[in-house]
C-alpha cells in the first residue's frame, strides 16, 4: 500500500512537469505553425499597406530595435557602475543592503506604472513627447535592475587573486577595474545586456502611452518620432482597426516573429554563460 | 584628479534606483492628488462605480480591485500546484541531467512576453472556453487567470526550486535513514525546511501577476463591474489604465483618476515586495 500511494504521489510530480512543459511548448508550437503560414522576406521588409490589412511589418522591427539598444544604451553604463561600486567600492554590508533593496524594489514595480512615470516625467515634464527617446527612457529605467544584477553576480565572480596580482604590480584600484574586473566580467555582463534588450524588446505597457503608435508612414526620422513596435502591433493589431479577418494572420506573424525573437535573445543569454561557466579554469 | 571624481560618482550611480523609486512615488502623488482633492481616497478606493467618462463622472475603484484580486488568486490556483510541482521534480526527482537540461529551458520562456501570452489568450483559450461553458463571449476572468497562471509558472517553479535546492543535503539523508520513503522525505522534511523561500516565490508571484497588464487587457473582458463570478468579463486595475490612459485629454480628472489608480497598484505590489524581502531574511 506504502508503495503504491509513493508511486502514485511522485507520478503526480511528473505529471506537474510534463503538463507545463506541455503547455508552453504547446503555445510556442502553436504560434510558429499559424505565423509561418504568413512569414516571407516580404512580411519582413515590407511596411503595412492598406489599413493594416496587407504588407509586413518592418517599421515595427526597427522600431523594436532602436527602443531596445536606447533602453541599453542608458542603462547599461549605470548599471555597470552601480555594480562595480556594489562590489568593489561599497565597504560596510549596510550600504550594499540598501542598494541592494533599491534594485529589488524597482524591479518588482509593475511595467504600467513605468509607463505612468515615463509619461508624466519624459514625455510631459522633460518634453520630449510620445517618442522613441521617452520609450528608450523609460524602458532603460525598467530594465535597470536587471543590468545591475547579472553585472554585479558577473563582477563578484571574478577571483580576488586577479585583483591582487594587478595591485602587487602596482596598479590602483580604478585601474584594476578597468583592465582585469571587466574584462574578465565581460561575458556576464554581455548575458545582462542581452537579457535587457529581450526585455525591453518584449514590453507593451510602458511603451503605448509613451512610444507606440499603431500605424505611421515609414521610419521614424528623429528620435523625438513616435515609433511602431513589435508588441504594441500585436496588441492594435487584435484591438483596433475594423477588418480582424485580414488583421489576425498578421498579429500571427508579428508574435511569430518577437517569439523567436525573445526566444533566440535569451538562448543567446544562456549560451553564453554556459559556455563562460566551461570555459573558466580558475 | 579625474580618477577621484569618477571614483567619487559611483556611490550615487548606485543609489540611483533609490532615486528613481522616490521619483516614481512623487510622480504617482502629485499627478493623483487633483483628483483625491474632488473623490476623497475613501471613496475612490471603495466606490463602486468607474464612470469615467459619464457627466456627472464617477471614481471608483472597487471593481477594479476586486477584478485585479480575483484574478490573481485564479492565476495561483493554477500556477502553484504546478509550479511547486515543477521544482520538486526538478529539486528532488529528476537525475542531473534531464535537471540541467529542462532548468534553463524553463528560464528561456520566463522571457516570452505578455503580449504573446494575451495573443495566445484571445485566439485560442477564449473560444474553447467560450465553447465548453456554452456563454456568449469567452474573454472572462477565468480566461485571463489561466494564461496568467501559465505565464507565471516558469517564475514560480524557478524561485521556487532554488528554496527547496538550498535545503541540506544532510536533512534529507537523515530523514532517508530513518527509514522514510523520498515521498515522505518531500512532504515532511524538505517542504516545509524550504518554507520560506517557497511562501517567498508565492508572494513574489502575486506581485507579479497583480502587476501584470497586456494578459488581461486583452483577455480578462474588461467590465468594470464588480465580478460575480469567474466566467464573467472583469477588469484589472492595471488593464484599467493601460486601456484609458491613450484616451483620455492629459489634465483631465478621468487622466488624474488613472494615476491615482497606479498609485494604489503601486502601493500593493511594494508592500508585497516588501513582505517578500522581510520573510527572506
Redesign the interface.
Known amino acids: 500500500m ?1 508503495r503504491v ?2 508511486f502514485l ?2 507520478s ?6 510534463v ?3 506541455g ?2 511548448l504547446f ?2 508550437v ?2 510558429i505553425v ?1 505565423g509561418a503560414e504568413v512569414m516571407s522576406i516580404s512580411f519582413l521588409i515590407e511596411s503595412p499597406r492598406a489599413d493594416m490589412t496587407r504588407g509586413g511589418i518592418f517599421p515595427a522591427l526597427v522600431g523594436s530595435f532602436l527602443l531596445a539598444s536606447g533602453a541599453v544604451l542608458f542603462a547599461l553604463p ?1 548599471g555597470v ?2 555594480a ?3 562590489v568593489e ?2 565597504g560596510d554590508r549596510r ?1 550594499v543592503r ?2 541592494r ?6 524591479s ?10 515615463g ?3 519624459f514625455v ?1 515634464l522633460f518634453g520630449l513627447g510620445v517618442s522613441v527617446l521617452s520609450g528608450s527612457l523609460t524602458l532603460g ?1 525598467l530594465i ?2 536587471t543590468i ?1 544584477r547579472v553585472s554585479e553576480e558577473a563582477i563578484r565572480a571574478v577571483p580576488a587573486d586577479f585583483r591582487e596580482a594587478s595591485f602587487a604590480l602596482g596598479a ?3 585601474t584594476t577595474i578597468k583592465n582585469v574586473v571587466l574584462p574578465t566580467a565581460l561575458p556576464g555582463i554581455l548575458t545582462g545586456v542581452i ?1 535587457g534588450i ?2 525591453a ?5 510602458p511603451i ?2 509613451t512610444a507606440a503608435t499603431f500605424y505611421r508612414r515609414g521610419l521614424p526620422r528623429s528620435f523625438l518620432d513616435e515609433v511602431m513596435a513589435l ?2 502591433h ?2 492594435a493589431l ?2 483596433e482597426g475594423t477588418k480582424p479577418e485580414y488583421q ?1 494572420p498578421i ?2 506573424g508579428t ?1 511569430l516573429v ?2 523567436l525573437l ?2 533566440a ?3 543567446g543569454a ?1 549560451m553564453i554563460r ?1 559556455r563562460g561557466r566551461r570555459k573558466k579554469r580558475w | 584628479m579625474r580618477r577621484g571624481i569618477i571614483e567619487r560618482l559611483l556611490l550615487p550611480i548606485a543609489l540611483l534606483t533609490w532615486v528613481l523609486l522616490f521619483s516614481i512615488v512623487a510622480v504617482l502623488i502629485t499627478e493623483s492628488l487633483p483628483i483625491f482633492r474632488k473623490v476623497p481616497l475613501f471613496h475612490f478606493i471603495l466606490g463602486q462605480n468607474w464612470y469615467p467618462v459619464d457627466e456627472p463622472p464617477e471614481f471608483g475603484i472597487l471593481p477594479l480591485i476586486l477584478g485585479s484580486f480575483l484574478i490573481t488568486v485564479g492565476a495561483l490556483t493554477v500556477s502553484l500546484p504546478l509550479g511547486l510541482g515543477c521544482a520538486i521534480y526538478l529539486s528532488e526527482i529528476a537525475p542531473s541531467r534531464v535537471r540541467e537540461s529542462i532548468k534553463p529551458f524553463i528560464e528561456m520562456l520566463s522571457g516570452i512576453p505578455s503580449v504573446i501570452y494575451g495573443f495566445f489568450g484571445l485566439v485560442f483559450l477564449s473560444p474553447l472556453i467560450q465553447r465548453l461553458f456554452q456563454i456568449p463571449v469567452g474573454l472572462t476572468g477565468l480566461t485571463a487567470a489561466i494564461i496568467l497562471g501559465i505565464m507565471a509558472l516558469p517564475t514560480i517553479a524557478s524561485i521556487a526550486e532554488d528554496a527547496i535546492t538550498a535545503v541540506p543535503q544532510s536533512i534529507r539523508e537523515a530523514s532517508l535513514a530513518l527509514g522514510a520513503t523520498k515521498w515522505e522525505t518531500i512532504t515532511k522534511v524538505v517542504i516545509p525546511a524550504a518554507r520560506s523561500g517557497i511562501i517567498t516565490a508565492i508572494i513574489l508571484g502575486s506581485g507579479r501577476m497583480i502587476g501584470e497588464t497586456m494578459t488581461v487587457l486583452m483577455v480578462a473582458g474588461g467590465a468594470a463591474v464588480i465580478p460575480k463570478s469567474l466566467l464573467e468579463p472583469v477588469r484589472t486595475m492595471t488593464a484599467t489604465i493601460a486601456a484609458e490612459m491613450g484616451e483620455t485629454p492629459m489634465g483631465s480628472p478621468h487622466y488624474h483618476a488613472l494615476f491615482g489608480i497606479g498609485l494604489i497598484l503601486f502601493l500593493v505590489t511594494l508592500s508585497l515586495s516588501v513582505l517578500a524581502e522581510r520573510i527572506r531574511r
Not at chain 1, 503526480?12 to 512537469?17: A, N
Not at chain 1, 518588482?108 to 512615470?117: A, D, I, K, M
Not at chain 1, 524588446?201 to 505597457?205: I, L, N, R
Open positions: 506504502r500511494l509513493e504521489w511522485l503526480l510530480i511528473v505529471l506537474c512537469i503538463t507545463t512543459l503547455c508552453l503555445l510556442i502553436y504560434i499559424n549605470l557602475l552601480s562595480v561600486y556594489l567600492y561599497a550600504m540598501i542598494i533593496t533599491g534594485v529589488n524594489t524597482l518588482g514595480v509593475p511595467s504600467v506604472v513605468f509607463g505612468l512615470f509619461l508624466a516625467v510631459k529605467v535597470l535592475p545591475i590602483d584600484r580604478l537579457l529581450g526585455r524588446a518584449g514590453e507593451t505597457a503605448i502611452f508588441p504594441y500585436i496588441y487584435m484591438t489576425i498579429a500571427y508574435a518577437l517569439l525573445v526566444l535573445i535569451n538562448f544562456i554556459f
